[in-house]
């Protein structure tokens, strides 16, 4: 089977506690996969291990067949990343941090891909401005932008709608899902919001206490757990 | 009233001394003035009137050179320091650069930062006191060169420190320069030092550049012994910040640092 992200035996501790434990998972080339687990269940350390931001203590990570520690900047070409809690440079305008990404990224005809992808999230009115300037929906959509500069073919997302309002929520949640059709990528998702989950996510990883206790899809969940609703696969039995 | 003061002065209490970078500044500070203007002093006992113009322009070209230095070290960690303030660091540490690109970039903005930040002051002194800077030839090329070379070893260290201890090293990048100049001979020679210092300001490679640029002045002659001891030494000070740089950059992964600096 072709994979996206294979994860062998996969552990991280720091100062001796272990955030993530034996993880084992294999993931199709593509497909929107749900990552869900209570805070400090490892989703974040488990995103940033994939991205070479965190070295495992243990465990072997291959992404499109091929081995991250071995191949780390081949594969960090290929993949990227969007979260709320990280931000561009605030005293750039919007186009200048764009550019910037997409010359990292060796981006050809950098400047129609900026305009394209600025067109399809609409923020085409916001190039000009200081990205410090904007609010929080407008950043989120320019993250988004940077995160689709290199058409990755992993795009990793830590709890992508936080703190947004229900129209941009909904927006993004609608580009994403088109993205990933129309490119056939993998996208690896971290949510807390169950809708949100529902609504984008053909598998589910489900994480607790640094392990995966279980990884199907939604529907598969439910039927072995005998459960209705994806919250009740959260809950304690 | 006395209650809520009492909990203002608790609180910046705890933050003054409870980060070493901090307390280390509100001790050291008085003694470092207390020195640098105790050297000066002797050093201007020492001058007659003959060379009294020759030591006026030793100063400004210690000035300029100087600043050199502290603009190069400014110019690399404040770079750096963007990237932490804007909380953009998993960004960047996410594309295909490698970590040795990130040290080049660096350099190359903390040089184009520095010719900058300078010209206009070479200019300006030029015009108003008749400074001649460029008076110092080809040998300019090489102090500016070397204090270079020190200003990015000493801000690839800052940046190091910063990036693994947080934010209260911020104030290191500011201090550092100072904390190193009553020692480094910039604006009087080693000899107007007490004996027991002599040794130990001879060991800095700022304290051999600007004594070999007074004896230029002065004396039209350098020692070749001391330039290229100079040129080596701070060869291997910025090797060996760029290999810490690159340690910490694996030991900040190692311990998952630069993920939570987002949050």
Partial sequence: MKTSIKIKNLSKSFNGKKILKEIN??????????????NGAGKTTLLATLMGLITPTSGEIKIFNKCLKKNKFDILNQINFQSPYIELPKKMSVYQN????????????????????????LVSDLLHLNYGKLSSGQKTRVNLCKALLNRPKLLLLDEPTASLDIQTSDFIRKYLVKFQKNYKSAILITSHNLEEIKYMCDYLIILEDGKVKDFDTITNLLKKGKKSKIEELLLND | MINRIFALLIRYQNIALGSMPRLISIFYWPTVQILFWGFFTNYFYQINEFNIWSSLNVILSAVVLWDVLFRSQLGLSMSFFEELWSRNLPNLFITPIKDHEIIIGLLMISFLRTILGLTPAIFFAN???????????????FFFFNLTLIGWSIGLLVSSLVL?????????AWAIIFIVLPFSCVYYPLSSLPEAMQTFSGMFPTTLIFEEMRSLIFNSHMNLINLIKIFFINIFLLLMSSLFFLFILRVVRKKGIMINQGE
């Avoid at chain 1, 998972?25 to 209570?38: R, S, V």
């Avoid at chain 2, 015009?127 to 090329?141: A, D, Q, S, T």
């Avoid at chain 2, 693994?164 to 290191?172: K, P």
């Fill in chain 2, 127 to 141: 015009y108003f006191f008749n400074f001649h800077l460029f008076e110092l030839g080809l040998y300019l090329i």
């Fill in chain 2, 164 to 172: 693994r201890y947080g934010q209260s090293f911020e104030e290191l």
């Fill in chain 1, 25 to 38: 998972l294999e993931l199709p080339k593509d497909g929107i996969f749900g990552i869900l687990g209570k």
């Fill in chain 1, 98 to 121: 764009l550019i910037f990404y997409a010359r990292l990224y060796n981006v050809k005809d950098r400047g129609k891909i900026i305009k394209n992808l600025c067109s399809e999230l």
